[in-house]
């Protein structure tokens, strides 16, 4: 079991316990990158959209607000569910 101490030489527990921490990071580097390309995908694409829809750019605009809000409501549901962990039976 990994512990850390403090300044005050208390030893500090992980809040949770995570069997392979390489894997975790590598998903969340994973998860980031995908956030970032699917961003960033959708700035390189409102010309195109605009041009082959026939739609203003207000119009356009509204549809990034759409998906921002669309992401900003799913973030912070999805660290929900770590809240939600599997019992381990063999305990």
Do not use: C
């Not at 549809?63 to 962990?85: A, E, K, R």
Request: glycine share 4%; no cysteine.
């Amino acid at each position: 079991m990994d512990t850390t101490m403090n300044a005050n030489n208390v030893r500090l527990q992980p809040r949770v316990q995570v069997h392979h921490p390489k894997l975790a990071m590598v998903s969340i580097m994973l998860g980031a990158f995908v956030g970032m390309f699917s961003e960033t995908s959708l700035n390189i694409a409102l010309s195109q959209l605009m041009a082959e829809r026939h739609v203003s750019q207000d119009s356009i605009q509204w549809l990034v607000t759409g998906y921002m809000l669309v992401i900003g409501i799913i973030l912070p549901l999805s660290s929900l569910v770590t809240s939600f962990q599997i019992k381990d039976s063999n305990r």
